[in-house]
């Protein structure tokens, strides 16, 4: 079956620090990949997404390349803001067959930015 | 554009009462609908979901039943609430599989 594992956190970071979450897949077929954010009290927001290998998805100051030799799409940001402040989740939709486009998503990663 | 409402945003309900949580989509047709739940602001585990009206599909067994009536239209309810069914319940859409889903707002449910 399909599973997502992302880094445990939480993150704490500094302003301006450099940061990056990591999330690794497993896939019986051939996913497409996203982050999706959550800030406190709200629901979830699509950051960004990859369908294909080697894809860059980014927005926001945000980017992640889908790796299918390392089955990985860690998430980076050259400089944090306090208002990055958030939980982020790593997903995958498995195409075709069954799936419904059914997520499956990472346990979620707890990033905390300070001024 | 298409839109996603849930509602209400928050509710306190004593235990052995009723829920219904309502779900509508506009700006498109025959949407993928998922109900999640959210413990603790983290993991998500998806409870139902439907590819069409009066198609559902359970992931998980409990005390809590969704129904599609309408096209757009996704409700999430229970007979009788138990002290566990508090959580963060998120209601979603999808179009393509390789779309990704939007979210809607959340509801924050209480049972006391």
């Known amino acids: 079956g399909n599973s997502v594992t992302q880094m445990e956190g939480p993150v704490t970071l500094s302003e301006e620090a450099f940061l990056t979450i990591n999330c690794t897949y497993t896939a019986t077929g051939y996913p497409s990949l996203f982050w999706y954010v959550q800030y406190p009290g709200e629901g979830l927001q699509l950051l960004l997404k990859?369908?294909?290998?080697?894809d860059k998805g980014s927005n926001k100051g945000f980017e992640a390349t889908y790796r299918k030799e390392t089955t990985s799409f860690h998430l980076e940001k050259g400089s944090v803001q306090v208002s990055d402040s958030a939980v982020y989740f790593c997903?995958?939709?498995?195409?075709?067959?069954?799936?419904?486009?059914?997520?499956?998503f990472g346990q979620g990663t707890i990033l905390t930015v300070h001024p | 554009s298409q839109t996603i409402h849930q509602w209400p945003a928050t509710l306190v309900q004593p235990v052995g009462s009723p829920l219904s949580l309502e779900c509508t989509v506009e700006?498109?047709?025959?949407?993928?609908l998922y109900w999640y739940r959210q413990a603790a602001g983290r993991g998500l585990q998806l409870l139902f979901y439907s590819v069409g009206i009066g198609q559902i599909s359970s992931e998980v067994p409990q005390n809590l039943s969704a129904s599609r009536p309408q096209d757009r239209q996704f409700i999430l309810s229970s007979k009788k609430l138990l002290l566990s069914d508090s959580g963060f319940y998120l209601c979603?859409?999808?179009?393509?599989?390789?779309?990704?889903?939007?979210f809607g707002s959340g509801t924050r449910l209480t049972v006391v």
């Open positions: 700006g498109t047709s025959n949407p993928n």
């Open positions: 990859a369908t294909k290998a080697d």
């Open positions: 997903a995958l939709s498995d195409r075709g067959g069954t799936s419904y486009g059914k997520l499956t």
């Open positions: 979603a859409w999808s179009g393509q599989a390789w779309d990704g889903y939007t």
